[in-house]
C-alpha cells in the first residue's frame, strides 16, 4: 500500500512501521484469523483496519487519539501474521506504534494509575507477590473497585504457592548432553513456580545442565506491548548482560515471555546493542522446541487413558511458529490421547495484561475457547502460557467444567523418565 | 417498476458478466489517465451538494433506530472503510451502517431512498475493482455480521444463507454431510457469498462446475427502491425468467441480496492433483490446450509463472519447483472410477508435454499444500513489489500460449516485471503489473503495460474482466466491449430498477448523464475534477 509516513523522522523504529504498511496489500487475508474482528465484526478492529488507522496516524491524517480505541483493542495475539500471505510485519508495527503514541497520548489519572500498578509490580516477583497477597486481602472491596481492577483480582488463585528460589545450576542426570540457561520469568514464578520446576527437572533428566543466572530479570515484554519502550529496552539490557554465552540455548517455558525475547532485536533496533541482541534471539527457544530438537530420552504412559486438549499459546503459535514440538512430545506420553480445539488459531483472550484493559472482548474470547475445549471432550487442558492457563481454567470453571490444566511441561515432566530409564 | 419486460432483463444477464465473454471490438485505447493511486476523492467535491445535505436528516433518522456502535460516523472509523482490495481508490463515505438482519437491511434502503441517498454493500471488501468502494456522502451498508446459515436440506442440497455468510464456511458447514459449494474463489476464506453473487465470482474449479451465476438457485434481495423481491427460487430447474441469474453479476447494481439460496454438490470422491514444472510459459500454457483438446475435463487448471512461484514459495513453502518458468497445476476430480479411468490419460499427456518435472500430491495435506501455494499467490506477491497492479483479462483458450508470449514481451519492453498467475483453463488471465510507486514515472508506465494488455485481450477476442468485475477500475473499458445497443440496454434496465441510481453508483455502468461521453474519455471522477494523478 502506498504511503507518505515520514519514517526517518520516527526514530529508529520508523523503517519497521514503514515497512510493514508498505507490504500490506489490503488483500483482507487476516480477518478471518483476527479475533477481534471475529467477535466485534467492524473493520476498525480488523488487522488492516488497524494498519490503515496506524497508516493515517504516522501519516498525520488523523488525530492519534482517535485511532487509540481501535489499536488498545488489539490483542497483540499476532494471529494476523501467519494469515498474510504478503508477510506483514504485523507485531513490529503495533509493537513500535504502541511506544510511538504512548509518548503522546493523555490518559486519564485511573489509567495511569492502573498502568503504573501494572508496570510496576507484574515484572518485578517480590512485589507481585505482595500486591496479589494484597490484592486477595482487598478483594472482598471488590464489588465497589471498578470492573477492571476487580476483573484482576478475580484471576488471581485463592491462595499462592510458597516462593521458591530456583537453584543457579542443577547437574544433567547422566551423561550431560546440553548446557542451558533458564528464564525464570516473574508472573509465572510467582503463580505457578512449579512450571520452572518441572522444566528443570525435565531438562537434567534428559542429560541437560540447567543454570538459572541470578542477575536476570523480566523479560520486558509486557513493557514492550504495552508502549513502555523505555522499561522494555532496560529488561532487554539487564538480560543480555545476565545471560552467560557458554550455553547451548536460552530456554523459555512462558510463551509470551520467549516472543518477548525474539523481539530484543527490535526493542534494540539503532543502539549499540542490536548486533547482540539478535545473537541472543536467535539462542532462544521454547522449552518444548528444544526437547524436541535434542530428542528425549523416553516418557511412561500414564496410569489411565486420558483425552487431552492442546491449546496453541498465541506467542508459541504465532509469535514463535511453534506448533508442532509441544503436541509431538505429548503424543509420545502412553495412553494421553491429544485433541485439537475447534479455532485453535483463535487467542483465548488473556494477552498479558489485556483482561484488565478490555475485560469485555476478553471475558467473551475466555468463554469461546472454554467452549470449544468442552466440545472435544476433553479431560484435561496442556498449553505452553501461564496467562493461558489461568484464563482458560477461570472461564472453564464458568462454564460449570474444572478441568485440570496444566502446563505442557508439566505433563512432560510428570511422565519423564530418565537417562536410566527411570521415573 | 417492474414493467420492464423479463427478456430484456434475462438478455441483459447473459450479456452482463459472465465469463468468458467474447467480444467483436477491434479498436481498443484505453483512457490514458485510468489508472491513478490512491487517488482520495474529497466528500464534498465528488457527490453533489445535495447529496451532502441530504446526508444529514437520514443519519438523524438512522440514529433513532441503531446503536451508535453501529452506526459509525468519526473520522477514524470510517478511515477503515475508504478503500476494498484495490487501494489505489480511497473515497470517505458519510457513515456506515453495521446491520445485523434483513429487515435492517430493507429500513436503511428504504430510507436511502426516501433521503435520497446512496448507499453500497459492503461484505468484506476483498473486490479488486474498487466495486466496494463508498460513494462520497452516501452510506455504507457493511453485511459481515449477517452471517447466519437460515436454512439446510442436506437431501436436496441446498442452503439458505445471509450474504456475509463467508465462501468457505458454506463448504465446511455442510462437510459432514459430504457435500460441498463449488466456487471457490482464492479469497474463498474471507469473501462473502453476498460479494460473490454480486461480482458472480469464479475460482479454479469453475472450469468444470461454472462460475456463482450456476450455484444460485434464488435470491432474496432488497431493490434500491425499497421493495422485497423473491428471484429463482429453492428449486433446481425454475420456469421462466432466470431473474435470480440477472441479479448475479450486477455488481450491486440492483440492490442487496438478503437471503441466498446455494446449490450444494457432492464432495469428489477422488482427486488427482499433478504440479508440472516447465522451462517456458509457452510449454505450460500449450499443455493445457493438449489437454482441453484431448476432451478431459479437469476440475482446474493453473498456471503460474517465474515471479508468482517465488512470491508464493516465500509466503507458504508449499515446495514449488523454484526456478521453473512456469508450474502448471491439473486436478482430476470427481467419482473415484471416472478419476481411475482419466489417471492414465492424463498421465500420458504430461508425459509428452515437455514438462521437466512432474508431481503428483501424495495425500490430503500434500494437495492442500498445492492449493495453498497457488491461493495466496496474490498477496503474496506484496513481498516482491511495494505496489502491483491486479490484472484481469480473458483469451480465448486456444490463444494462451500467444497471449503470454505478448505479456512477456510487453514486460520487456516496460522494463516492469510482470507476474503471471492464471486460470488456464478458461483463459484467464491474472497479470500483476509490479511498480514502485516511489520512484519517478512507473505508475505511469505500469498503467500503460496493464493498458495494453487489456487491448491484447480483446484483439485476441477475449474479455476486460474474468471475474473481478468491472468496479470502478474498468468502467470505462465496458462500453469499449459491448455494442451501444447493448450499453444502452443494460442502461435501461438500471433505470427502470434504480432511477436514482442510489445502489452502487459509479460502478459497473456510467451515470446516465455520463453515457455518451464515456468513449476514450478521462475517468468521470477525473472530468469533474475530483480526482487527479497522486
Ligand atoms: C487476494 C485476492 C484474491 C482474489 N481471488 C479471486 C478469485 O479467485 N476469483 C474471483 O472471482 N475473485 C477474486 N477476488 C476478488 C473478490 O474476492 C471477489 O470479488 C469477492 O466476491 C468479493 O467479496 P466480498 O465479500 O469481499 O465483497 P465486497 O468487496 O465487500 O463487495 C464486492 C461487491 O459486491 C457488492 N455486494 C456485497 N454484498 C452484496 C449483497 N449482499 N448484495 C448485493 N451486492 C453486494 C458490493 O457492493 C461490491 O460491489 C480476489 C480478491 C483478493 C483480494
Ligand atoms: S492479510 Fe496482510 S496484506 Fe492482506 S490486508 Fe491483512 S495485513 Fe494486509
Ligand atoms: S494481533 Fe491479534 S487482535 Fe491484533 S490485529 Fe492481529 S489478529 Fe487482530
Redesign the pocket.
Known amino acids: 500500500m502506498q504511503h507518505s509516513i515520514p519514517s526517518a523522522e520516527l526514530g529508529p523504529r520508523g523503517q519497521a512501521m514503514a515497512d510493514a504498511v508498505s507490504s500490506c496489500v489490503h488483500?483482507?487475508?487476516c480477518l478471518p484469523a483476527c479475533p477481534t474482528y471475529q467477535v466485534l465484526g467492524e473493520e476498525m478492529d480488523s488487522p488492516r483496519g488497524r494498519i490503515f488507522l496506524m497508516k493515517d496516524v504516522l501519516e498525520d491524517r488523523l488525530p492519534l487519539e482517535q485511532a487509540l480505541p481501535y489499536v488498545d483493542r488489539c490483542l497483540g495475539c499476532l494471529g494476523c501474521e501467519p494469515a498474510c500471505p504478503s508477510g506483514v510485519q504485523y507485531g513490529d508495527l503495533i509493537t513500535s506504534f504502541r511506544a510511538h503514541s504512548e509518548r503522546k497520548r493523555s490518559r486519564t489519572f485511573f489509567d495511569r494509575l492502573m498502568r503504573q500498578v501494572v508496570l510496576q509490580t507484574l515484572p518485578y516477583t517480590a512485589r507481585f507477590r505482595w500486591a496479589a497477597r494484597l490484592g486477595k486481602l482487598a478483594s472482598f472491596t471488590s464489588p465497589l473497585l471498578p470492573h477492571r481492577l476487580s476483573n484482576m483480582l478475580a484471576m488471581l488463585p485463592a491462595q499462592l504457592p510458597p516462593s521458591e528460589q530456583l537453584p543457579e545450576v542443577t547437574p544433567a542426570i547422566g551423561p550431560r548432553r546440553a548446557r542451558v540457561a533458564l528464564l525464570a520469568g516473574c508472573a509465572q514464578q510467582v503463580l505457578a513456580p512449579q512450571i520452572n520446576r518441572a522444566a528443570i527437572e525435565l531438562l537434567s533428566r534428559n542429560g541437560v545442565e540447567v543454570v538459572v543466572p541470578q542477575a536476570q530479570g523480566c523479560c520486558g515484554a509486557l513493557a514492550a506491548h504495552t508502549g513502555a519502550d523505555r522499561l522494555a529496552m532496560e529488561a532487554a539490557r539487564k538480560n543480555l548482560r545476565a545471560f552467560p554465552g557458554d550455553i547451548n540455548a536460552v530456554v523459555t517455558t512462558a510463551a509470551g515471555c520467549g516472543s518477548g525475547m525474539h523481539e530484543y532485536p527490535l526493542w534494540l533496533k539503532g543502539t549499540q546493542e542490536e548486533a547482540q541482541a539478535h545473537a541472543l534471539a536467535s539462542m532462544t527457544k521454547d522449552v518444548c522446541v528444544f526437547l524436541a530438537e535434542l530428542g528425549p530420552v523416553g516418557f511412561a504412559p500414564l496410569a489411565d487413558p486420558l483425552r487431552v486438549a492442546y491449546h496453541d499459546a498465541c506467542h508459541l503459535a504465532h509469535g514463535q511458529g511453534v506448533r508442532e514440538q509441544p503436541r509431538q512430545l505429548l503424543q509420545m506420553i502412553g495412553n494421553l490421547e491429544l485433541v485439537e480445539v475447534p479455532d485453535r488459531e483463535f487467542c483465548c483472550g488473556s494477552a498479558g495484561t489485556y483482561n484488565l484493559e478490555q475485560p469485555e472482548v476478553a471475558t467473551e474470547l475466555g468463554e469461546r475457547k472454554a467452549a470449544a475445549i468442552v466440545s472435544t471432550e476433553a479431560q484435561a487442558v496442556a498449553t505452553g502460557n501461564i496467562g493461558c492457563m489461568v484464563q482458560i481454567e477461570n472461564h472453564l470453571a464458568d462454564a460449570g467444567r474444572c478441568l485440570p490444566v496444566k502446563h505442557t511441561i508439566e505433563w512432560l515432566a510428570d511422565s519423564c523418565l530418565d537417562g536410566h530409564g527411570s521415573e | 417498476m417492474h414493467e420492464v419486460s423479463k427478456t430484456s432483463i434475462v438478455s441483459v444477464c447473459k450479456l452482463g458478466s459472465r465469463t468468458p465473454r467474447p467480444s467483436g471490438l477491434h479498436t481498443f485505447e484505453p483512457p490514458s489517465h485510468f489508472w491513478v493511486d490512491a487517488v482520495e476523492i474529497p466528500a464534498a467535491s465528488a457527490s453533489t451538494p445535495s447529496d451532502l445535505s441530504r446526508l444529514a436528516p437520514l443519519v438523524d433518522q438512522l440514529r433513532q433506530r441503531f446503536p451508535t456502535d453501529r452506526l459509525l460516523t468519526q473520522p477514524a472509523q470510517l478511515a477503515p472503510y475508504e478503500s476494498?482490495?484495490l487501494t489505489a481508490f480511497r473515497v470517505h463515505p458519510g457513515g456506515v451502517v453495521l446491520v445485523q438482519d434483513a429487515s435492517e437491511v430493507v429500513t436503511v434502503v428504504r430510507l436511502c431512498h426516501e433521503h435520497g441517498v446512496p448507499f453500497?454493500?459492503?461484505?468484506?471488501?476483498?473486490?479488486?475493482s474498487g466495486?466496494?468502494l463508498p460513494v462520497a456522502g452516501g452510506l455504507v451498508i457493511a453485511?459481515n455480521r449477517m452471517n447466519r446459515v437460515l436454512d439446510y436440506q442436506p437431501r436436496s442440497q441446498t442452503i439458505v444463507v445471509e450474504?456475509g455468510v463467508v465462501n468457505q464456511q458454506v463448504s465446511r458447514h455442510v462437510a459432514q454431510d459430504g457435500l460441498y459449494y463449488a466456487p471457490d474463489?482464492?479469497?474463498g476464506p474471507?469473501?462473502?457469498i453476498?460479494?460473490?453473487?454480486?461480482?458472480n465470482?469464479?475460482?479454479a474449479h469453475c472450469l468444470k462446475y461454472g462460475m456463482t451465476a450456476n450455484h444460485v438457485l434464488g435470491i432474496k434481495a432488497v431493490f434500491p427502491d425499497g421493495e422485497l423481491v423473491e428471484l429463482g427460487g429453492r428449486s433446481h430447474e425454475t420456469a421462466g425468467a432466470d431473474l435470480a441469474g440477472m441479479f448475479v453479476g450486477s455488481?450491486?447494481l440492483f440492490?442487496?441480496?438478503l437471503e441466498i439460496v446455494l446449490r450444494l454438490l457432492p464432495l469428489p470422491e477422488r482427486f488427482h492433483t499433478v504440479l508440472a514444472a516447465y522451462d517456458s510459459l509457452e510449454k505450460a500454457g500449450d499443455a493445457v490446450a493438449s489437454v482441453v483438446a484431448s476432451g478431459l475435463l479437469p476440475g482446474a487448471m493453473e498456471i503460474m509463472d517465474k515471479l508468482a512461484i517465488e512470491a508464493s514459495e516465500q509466503a507458504v513453502h508449499a515446495g514449488y519447483p523454484t526456478g521453473a518458468a512456469a508450474a502448471l497445476i491439473v486436478e482430476l476430480e470427481g467419482p473415484e472410477e471416472e478419476v481411475a479411468a482419466e489417471i492414465p490419460r492424463l498421465d500420458a499427456i504430461m508425459q509428452a508435454s515437455g514438462a521437466y518435472e512432474l508431481r503428483v500430491a501424495k495425500s490430503a495435506a500434500d494437495r492442500m499444500n498445492i492449493w495453498k501455494g497457488r491461493k495466496g499467490a496474490?498477496?503474496a506477491v506484496g513481498r516482491l513489489s511495494p505496489d502491483y497492479i491486479v490484472q484481469d483479462g480473458v483469451v480465448p483458450r486456444s490463444r494462451l500460449g500467444e497471449a503470454l508470449a505478448e505479456v512477456q514481451r510487453l514486460s520487456a519492453r516496460y522494463g516492469l516485471r510482470v507476474a503471471n498467475v492464471f486460470h488456464a483453463g478458461d483463459g484467464n488471465l491474472h497479470p500483476l503489473i509490479l511498480y514502485d510507486g516511489r520512484i519517478e514515472g512507473q505508475l505511469h508506465q505500469a498503467e500503460l503495460l496493464a493498458g495494453e494488455i487489456l487491448r491484447m485481450c480483446i484483439r485476441l477476442g477475449g474479455s476486460i474482466t474474468g471475474?473481478?468485475?468491472v468496479?470502478v477500475e474498468k468502467l470505462e473499458f465496458l462500453p469499449e466491449m459491448y455494442g451501444e445497443a447493448e450499453m444502452e440496454l443494460m442502461n435501461r434496465v438500471r433505470q427502470t430498477i434504480d432511477p436514482q441510481e442510489l445502489a452502487?453508483r459509479g460502478?459497473l455502468l456510467l451515470s446516465a448523464s455520463d453515457v455518451g461521453k464515456q468513449s476514450h474519455a478521462p475517468h468521470p471522477l477525473e472530468s469533474a475534477g475530483v480526482i487527479s494523478r497522486a
Open positions: 488483500c483482507g487475508f | 476494498d482490495g453500497v454493500a459492503r461484505g468484506s471488501g476483498t473486490s479488486l466495486g466496494s453485511l450474504p474463489p482464492s479469497s474471507v469473501c462473502t453476498g460479494g460473490n453473487v454480486a461480482f465470482s469464479g475460482g455488481e450491486g440492490g442487496i441480496a496474490f498477496s471475474e473481478h468485475g468496479g452502487n460502478k
